[in-house]
């Protein structure tokens, strides 16, 4: 029993020293960028020794990578856990809520907005995903296809359309909050949800 309580305080640590480097690194990373940030910088920010970065990733953008993926799965599997929590009947529905409610959090989170708006797509349709997270995949599009069968849908190629609304999305959406161009956010969106659902109809 002490060899297992020994193990379990072993591997907290382990957890709690990844937390920080993944904390620093991504404070750094939105404050000056990837490029200007130093595994020295992280590390001091950290509080760890600079041997402990090396038992987790390879360099810092190995990290950046992993940092990506985890904000974007987490981003999406929250909306897809609120969306459950509607009385939404229509898939088409659905998807518009779980992008407002991503677009919301970018509102509200602009270090997130920076980090991963361009790079929606790619942290959640990038084939090495399962090489940087234990956990399994939050079942979007599983969820897009089955809804989309079940509602006798017209979308011909599922991955293809949900991968084109994210990418939408990602690089319009930052515009729009960071430079109010081509309009604010709020008056933005009808124009956007317009276009996903006309994409969802085809």
């Known amino acids: 029993m002490r060899r297992l309580g020994f193990s379990k305080k072993i591997e907290e640590n382990k ?8 904390e620093s690194a991504f404070r750094l990373f939105t404050d000056k960028g990837v490029k200007n940030t130093s595994i020295q910088e992280i590390v001091n920010d950290a509080g760890v020794a600079k041997g402990t970065f090396y038992l987790y990733f390879k360099d810092k953008y190995d990290l950046e990578k992993y940092l990506i993926i985890k904000k974007t ?5 929250d909306a897809m856990e609120a969306s459950s929590k509607q009385e ?5 529905e ?3 809520f779980i992008i407002d409610y991503i677009i919301n959090v970018f509102i ?5 907005l920076t980090f991963i708006s361009k790079n929606l797509s790619w942290g959640l349709f990038n084939d090495h995903i399962r090489l940087f997270m234990d956990e399994p995949s939050i079942g979007l599009l599983e969820l897009f296809e089955t809804e989309i069968k079940k509602n006798n849908g017209n979308v011909e ?5 949900l991968f084109m609304i994210i990418e939408l999305v990602g690089s319009s959406v930052y515009t729009s909050i960071t430079t109010e161009r081509p309009l604010p956010i ?5 124009y956007l949800y317009k276009q996903i659902r006309e994409m969802l109809e085809k």
Do not use: C, G, H, M
């Open 15 to 22: 957890e709690a020293k990844e937390n920080k480097l993944l």
């Open 73 to 77: 799965k987490q981003l999406f599997s």
């Open 88 to 92: 939404l009947t229509d898939y088409k």
């Open 94 to 96: 659905r998807i518009i």
């Open 108 to 112: 509200k989170n602009r270090r997130l």
């Open 157 to 161: 190629n599922p991955e293809v359309t």
């Open 186 to 190: 709020a008056d933005f969106k009808p």
